[in-house]
């Protein structure tokens, strides 16, 4: 079947939103002149909306726990809109209920590619899609099997990864890239960092931060272009004075709007990132990426590009539904795990695989 109007819904964070996005590929291939409206996180809309393939965002505010009297204001808007289709990437029972009240008539739920089952939810879908035979969600990443599941509810027999795209760079963000890349003050690689998370576990030590960066400069001739939020300004200063080559650093923590980071990660050569949203931004723009992680599986979590690497220590307490948990682990033995050589080796093979 051919479906026209198509609703999707994911509440989620920003990269897992990046890495389900590999939805669309086969959506579009099967259903080409389909209008595709996505309800995601308002505090992400505008992520959604950079997403191919998507031509409208619904944003989505909500209290955890709180009534659902929203729930059925919106499914009954829904069912105005006479969607032929709708798409659960993470079927919580807000987005199910609104479905069912919306009364779209073919309902499909892909949570297995989260690692889990539905509940009482199940009996709200149409179809609850299953991974293909003998593909476990834990070898793979989760773009790739939120991508084959896709394909087989459209019995589509493909197995070639096609990665979720940005739409084009607009002129005012590619006219800014171009200038800033006028200054580079060498001929070298161009490279991005991202230096800093949001959760202290998924970073990795300045000190090894410098000596990567060094490592950069003097291989390649990098030009090196620190990214981040004003918060991560303290840490980019450390690594900053900790480094031999500061004449390669092109500060830009604080300095740029998302439009202009994704412009300028289309434009690099690689880049060199912690577990964070900013690589799933990255891959989907076509830049090469390298992650390192910690306790996250660089199996499921690696950034959903064809020219994108995980680094990690592989720990055997790290790994989705294995660890503790950062909250409760005092320990950092699965940062520790992660030496300057092994990333440096990651980047090597990246460089030799895309020259």
């Not at 009364?103 to 539905?118: D, H, K, N």
């Not at 739409?167 to 800093?196: M, N, R, S």
Request: aromatic residues 10%; glycine residues 8%.
């Amino acid at each position: 079947m051919i479906y026209k109007n198509i609703f999707v819904d994911g509440i989620m964070h920003m990269g897992d939103m990046i890495m389900t996005a590999a939805v669309f590929p086969v959506l579009r291939k099967h259903c080409p002149e389909a209008r595709i409206t996505y309800l995601c996180s308002a505090n992400l809309a505008f992520v959604a909306e950079l997403l191919e393939g998507v031509d409208e965002v619904i944003p989505y505010s909500y209290t955890s726990g709180g009534g659902y009297g929203d729930v059925w204001k919106i499914g009954r808007q829904l069912a105005k809109r006479h969607f032929d289709l709708g798409i659960s990437l993470d079927p919580r029972e807000r987005v199910t209920l609104m479905k069912w009240i919306a009364q779209i008539p073919e309902r499909v739920s892909m949570e297995q590619a989260l690692g889990w089952e539905l509940g009482w939810e199940k009996w709200f879908y149409t179809q609850d899609l299953a991974l293909p035979a003998g593909w476990s969600y834990q070898e793979h990443s989760m773009a790739a099997s939120f991508q084959q599941m896709m394909r087989g509810f459209f019995g589509d027999p493909s197995q070639e990864f096609v990665p979720p795209r940005l739409k084009p760079v607009a002129p005012d963000q590619e006219q800014w890239v171009e200038t800033l890349l006028g200054k580079a003050p060498g001929p070298g690689k161009k490279i991005a960092l991202c230096i800093q998370t949001t959760s202290r576990t998924k970073d990795w030590p300045v000190e090894k931060f410098c000596q990567v960066c060094d490592w950069l400069a003097e291989t390649y001739g990098a030009t090196l272009y620190f990214t981040g939020i004003p918060a991560h300004r303290e840490r980019g200063k450390a690594i900053l004075q900790g480094m031999e080559h500061r004449e390669a650093v092109v500060d830009l923590i604080g300095k740029t709007s998302f439009l202009e980071l994704t412009a300028l990660l289309s434009r690099m050569d690689l880049l060199l990132t912690l577990d964070t949203g900013t690589a799933h931004i990255a891959a989907a723009a076509g830049c090469p990426v390298v992650t390192i992680f910690t306790f996250n599986s660089s199996v499921i979590y690696r950034a959903p590009g064809k020219n994108c690497a995980g680094v990690s220590g592989h720990l055997p307490c790290s790994g989705k539904h294995i660890c503790i948990g950062p909250s409760r682990c005092p320990k950092s033995d699965c940062v520790d795990a992660v030496t300057v050589p092994m990333v440096e080796t990651a980047i090597e093979q990246l460089f030799q695989e895309t020259a």
